[in-house]
């Protein structure tokens, strides 16, 4: 590999972080979609030119882009962006259609709404895009009210896979303090219709049809938010991460605790160990070693920041359970940002490269596996998402 992109979402803006293969020096470039909320850019795996974005505006509505040049250029697949009669870019967020009832026309079903009542599901923002590893024209989205849509034209069009939200327990979910997104999509890379979605806050759902149907995957979680801390569903799972050479092997980031299953979600144990907090966001796994994993912990629900004011990254060569805490190069004191779930990323390289971005605009890289940290950007606009390419 010649070296690597890293793909920055922020509060206003999209960012690209370009370095040969031995990361140490960055050109930066951006903001593209300057004032716009970008939640989340991904790459594709089979052709490192075409790169997706979900651009957003709680004014103007969501805007899918992308680029086949490697993020030079963008243009909206599904037809173009629309101007309000004022001249604003109006959104495209109505091609986001849920699927309905032929019968009645509404929704298939409806969701539970924060103070128990039912709620009809409504289209907000795309959270998640995750490229098929092969083709890359098939992209999925995970979407806010939480539902998945898959295009298969390189995003010009895009249909739900409805058979997630027709799941019985659909009308039981809930949203979490953040609303009802669909936050992760992990696509087997030795199962070609076998798919992982989390939902904050219903929990995390399998498939092995390519999307027909699903099972909840959450035995073993244990929230005692909930009026049963076991339930099947209703779980707030932060973010799940997989090795794609084992990858019935998940780790989960929970609203609290850190957990692991070995059988591909039919049973989950906590691995939290000495974590000085188990609340956090984001989670990740060594590109090399399926034992080895990251988080960041932010002391609590309520506290939005790291234990003590000290920035650190925690590392586990086990699996979980004993972790070491991953200082130099990050501020120790006086720092009270989040790393958001979404904002956090591991490269193929060897060594593995791990990256991070803060809600202080500060995206940090590591290119020896967590051991020394560097800045690589800083006072950009609140980080959303980070995501890498390996470029030929």
């Known amino acids: 590999m010649s070296?690597?992109?890293?793909?920055?979402?922020?509060?206003?803006?999209?960012?690209?972080?370009?370095?040969?293969?031995?990361?140490?020096?960055?050109?930066?470039?951006?903001?593209?979609?300057?004032?716009w909320e970008i939640y989340h850019l991904k790459g594709c795996a089979s052709d490192p030119n075409r790169i997706y974005?979900?651009?957003?505006?709680?004014?103007?509505?969501?805007?899918?882009?992308?680029?086949?040049?490697?993020?030079?250029?963008?243009?909206?697949?599904?037809?173009?962006?629309?101007k309000s009669p004022e001249g604003f870019p109006m959104g495209e967020s109505n091609r986001f259609v849920y699927d309905t009832?032929?019968?009645?026309?509404?929704p298939l079903t409806t969701h539970m709404w924060y103070d128990g009542t039912q709620h009809p599901w409504e289209f907000k923002r795309v959270w998640h895009l995750e490229p098929s590893l092969h083709d890359p024209d098939t992209v999925y989205a995970g979407v806010e009210d939480a539902a998945?849509?898959?295009?298969?034209?390189?995003?010009?069009?895009?249909?739900?896979?409805?058979?997630?939200?027709?799941?019985?327990?659909?009308?039981?979910?809930?949203?979490?303090?953040?609303?009802?997104?669909?936050?992760?999509?992990?696509?087997?890379?030795?199962?070609?219709?076998?798919?992982?979605?989390?939902?904050?806050?219903?929990?995390?759902?399998?498939?092995?049809?390519?999307?027909?149907?699903?099972t909840p995957a959450n035995r073993g979680l244990n929230s005692q938010f909930m009026p049963d801390p076991n339930a099947e569903v209703g779980h707030c799972v932060h973010r799940i991460a997989l090795h794609p050479s084992r990858p019935d092997t998940l780790y989960m980031q929970k609203h609290w605790d850190v957990m692991r299953t070995d059988d591909a979600g039919g049973n989950w144990r906590e691995v939290?160990?000495?974590?000085?907090?188990?609340?956090?966001?984001?989670?990740?796994?060594?590109?090399?070693?399926?034992?080895?994993?990251?988080?960041?912990?932010?002391?609590?629900?309520?506290?939005?920041?790291?234990?003590?004011?000290?920035?650190?990254?925690y590392r586990s060569k086990?699996?979980?359970?004993?972790?070491?805490?991953?200082?130099?190069?990050?501020?120790?004191?006086?720092?009270?940002?989040?790393?958001?779930r979404d904002a956090m990323c591991v490269d193929a390289l060897?060594?593995?490269?791990?990256?991070?971005?803060?809600?202080?605009?500060?995206?940090?890289?590591?290119?020896?596996?967590?051991?020394?940290w560097t800045p690589i950007v800083r006072d950009l606009p609140p980080v959303l998402s980070v995501e890498v390419q390996e470029l030929p």
């Open 318 to 340: 086990t699996g979980g359970g004993e972790w070491e805490p991953l200082t130099e190069g990050l501020p120790q004191r006086d720092c009270y940002v989040n790393v958001l």
């Open 53 to 82: 974005a979900s651009q957003s505006s709680g004014w103007f509505g969501q805007v899918l882009q992308r680029s086949d040049d490697g993020g030079k250029t963008w243009t909206p697949p599904g037809g173009g962006v629309t």
């Open 350 to 372: 060897d060594p593995c490269g791990v990256y991070f971005g803060t809600t202080g605009g500060q995206v940090y890289g590591s290119r020896d596996g967590g051991d020394h």
């Open 148 to 214: 998945l849509f898959r295009s298969t034209d390189g995003g010009h069009t895009w249909h739900e896979l409805s058979g997630l939200r027709g799941h019985e327990s659909g009308p039981s979910w809930q949203p979490g303090a953040g609303g009802m997104g669909l936050h992760t999509i992990l696509l087997d890379p030795t199962r070609p219709n076998r798919i992982f979605v989390a939902i904050s806050a219903a929990g995390v759902f399998r498939t092995d049809d390519g999307g027909q149907t699903w």
């Open 101 to 106: 009832s032929p019968e009645t026309g509404k």
């Open 272 to 313: 939290s160990g000495n974590l000085p907090s188990d609340f956090g966001f984001p989670i990740d796994v060594h590109a090399h070693e399926p034992e080895t994993v990251y988080v960041v912990p932010i002391k609590s629900d309520s506290e939005h920041y790291p234990p003590e004011g000290k920035l650190r990254v």
């Open 3 to 35: 070296g690597v992109r890293v793909l920055v979402g922020t509060r206003k803006g999209a960012f690209t972080l370009t370095a040969d293969g031995t990361r140490d020096r960055w050109e930066v470039s951006g903001p593209h979609f300057a004032g």
